[in-house]
């Protein structure tokens, strides 16, 4: 097993022979496979496991039929976001759809760079973890999984420093999914105690044709400093970036189902 490159591969239907025909398919291709059915159940948060999973490996590779149900989406987004975190944007997933091929432009932001095979996967699969270079983008955005504390979401800058931080978030008839408490701390750590800086809630904002709640700080980050956001449930849609001043907002923007 030395010197492979390893590989996840995530079914989305618990079927054992799909598995093992994708699995062997895979090896064969000098890869060192790990095999898992997905959980997508909302509370369960599984793929904050898969997501410190994905960062031991150099690619993911996601087989099934259903890549519309909302959960499903979720789930994998959020799981591709963590490993995106970890080992930089570029990182090689490709999809083995059993069914039609989705419409790529449709998933959500952390899947849209994925690929989708019907034929000669194992090949495919082993050029893209041999040949990845990750991209570093000049920010940071990590969601963890943290059980009964809920979905936080980590940003801030890479190299840079933000004069205050702002993130919105929300969900297509519903209110899950705007944010519910946030602070300021170090990164990777979510920040048992801190100082805000002229903190702001509640503001409203359409962002994608979903209403939106804007929260943010005045705080400085830096590459070692993070704006951590709770939201109790996956929104549709999110933005973030340094708090907008006046009235002119340089905010990323992404969907996640």
């Known amino acids: 097993m030395a010197g492979k490159k390893r590989v996840l591969l995530s079914l989305l239907e618990e079927n054992e022979g799909l598995a093992r025909l994708l699995a062997q398919?895979?090896?064969?291709?000098?890869l060192d496979v790990q095999t898992h059915f997905w959980d997508a159940a909302p509370d369960a948060m599984t793929w904050g496991n898969v997501a410190r999973e994905l960062a031991t490996c150099h690619a993911w590779v996601i087989a099934g039929s259903d890549f519309s149900d909302r959960d499903v989406r979720a789930s994998l987004a959020l799981a591709a976001l963590g490993a995106q975190a970890e080992a930089g944007n570029g990182f090689p997933i490709l999809l083995s759809p059993s069914g039609a091929v989705p419409d790529m432009a449709s998933?959500?932001?952390?899947l849209r760079d994925a690929e989708a095979f019907k034929n000669g996967l194992g090949a495919k699969v082993a050029v893209r973890a041999n040949t990845f270079k990750p991209i570093q983008p000049a920010y940071r955005l990590k969601p963890h999984a943290l059980g009964r504390l809920g979905l936080w979401f980590e940003t801030g800058p890479v190299d840079d420093f933000w004069q205050g931080a702002f993130f919105a978030s929300?969900?297509?008839g519903a209110d899950t999914g705007v944010p519910t408490a946030h602070g300021v701390g170090p990164i990777g750590t979510i920040p048992e105690k801190c100082t805000l800086h002229y903190p702001?809630?509640?503001?409203?904002?359409?962002?994608?044709?979903?209403?939106?709640?804007?929260?943010?700080v005045k705080n400085v980050l830096n590459?070692?400093?993070?704006?951590?956001?709770?939201?109790p449930a996956c929104p549709d849609v999110l933005s973030f970036g340094p708090f907008p001043e006046e009235d002119e907002a340089e905010l990323y923007t992404l969907t996640l189902v």
């Open 25 to 30: 398919e895979l090896a064969k291709s000098g």
């Open 200 to 216: 702001v809630q509640g503001m409203k904002l359409t962002i994608r044709d979903v209403e939106c709640e804007g929260w943010g």
């Open 107 to 110: 998933l959500p932001t952390p």
């Open 223 to 231: 590459a070692g400093i993070s704006y951590y956001v709770r939201v």
């Open 170 to 172: 929300g969900t297509a």
